[in-house]
T-cell receptor
Framework: KAGVTQTPRYLIKTRGQQVTLSCSPI?????VSWYQQTPGQGLQFLFE???????NKGNFPGRFSGRQFSNSRSEMNVSTLELGDSALYLC??????????????FGAGSRLTVL | GESVGLHLPTLSVQEGDNSIINCAYS??????FIWYKQESGKGPQFIID?????DKRQGQRVTVLLNKTVKHLSLQIAATQPGDSAVYFC?????????????FGKGTKLSVKP
């Protein structure tokens, strides 16, 4: 069974630009979560979607947004990019949103570099 | 490969030895804990979990120990292999709570010498 697929794997942007990252969850998984991973801050939660609705949001500015489609695929967008947005963006899917009963399966991530 | 973290604590072990990776968690209300393994160029992968009503849980070559008194978690890997080289994260949350409430530790890099 295919895992979580994230595209693009690598991208380079300049300050002020925007970026859209895509995530295809495991077939049948309806919950998608996004995380930002940096050497300094580690893994930080961005947001979580279930059935096309944002269920939870981390402590990130409004420049970070996301959405989920009816087929459970998700996108996240970062507008007005800053140097500090350079990071590995990880998507994870699970059957449902509750921790414990549903293990998170992560994709390989999208590596964003902002110049 | 991609660097997950440049300033992580590192544990270096000889192939065949046992490894112990430690983690201090922050929230005394957390009752569910998970260990993840992240290899270079990949996302974190679930290894093993434990609920707070247990002190120990064993998997295949891995054992997780939980000490709630001192808010400490450890992951033991038996007969460490080169394929175990990775960054290991612990995560804490409330069982049944939102996945978004997962709090990840900073990680420990395990390096296995052949």
């Amino acid at each position: 069974k295919a895992g979580v697929t994230q595209t693009p794997r690598y991208l380079i942007k300049t300050r002020g630009q925007q970026v859209t990252l895509s995530c295809s969850p495991i077939s049948g998984h309806r919950s998608v979560s996004w995380y930002q991973q940096t050497p300094g801050q580690g893994l930080q939660f961005l947001f979580e979607y279930f059935s096309e609705t944002q269920r939870n949001k981390g402590n990130f500015p409004g420049r970070f947004s996301g959405r989920q489609f009816s087929n459970s695929r998700s996108e996240m967008n970062v507008s007005t990019l800053e140097l500090g947005d350079s990071a590995l963006y990880l998507c994870a899917s699970s059957l449902a949103i509750s921790a414990g009963a549903n293990v998170l399966t992560f994709g390989a991530g999208s590596r964003l570099t902002v110049l | 490969g991609e660097s997950v973290g440049l300033h992580l604590p590192t544990l270096s072990v000889q192939e065949g030895d046992n490894s112990i990776i430690n983690c201090a968690y922050s929230n005394s209300a957390s009752d569910y804990f998970i260990w993840y393994k992240q290899e270079s160029g990949k996302g974190p992968q679930f290894i093993i979990d434990i609920r707070s009503n247990m002190d120990k849980r064993q998997g295949q070559r891995v054992t997780v120990l939980l000490n709630k008194t001192v808010k400490h978690l450890s992951l033991q890997i038996a007969a460490t292999q080169p394929g175990d080289s990775a960054v290991y994260f612990c995560a804490e949350t409330s069982y049944g709570g939102s996945q978004g409430n997962l709090i990840f530790g900073k990680g420990t890099k395990l390096s296995v010498k052949p």
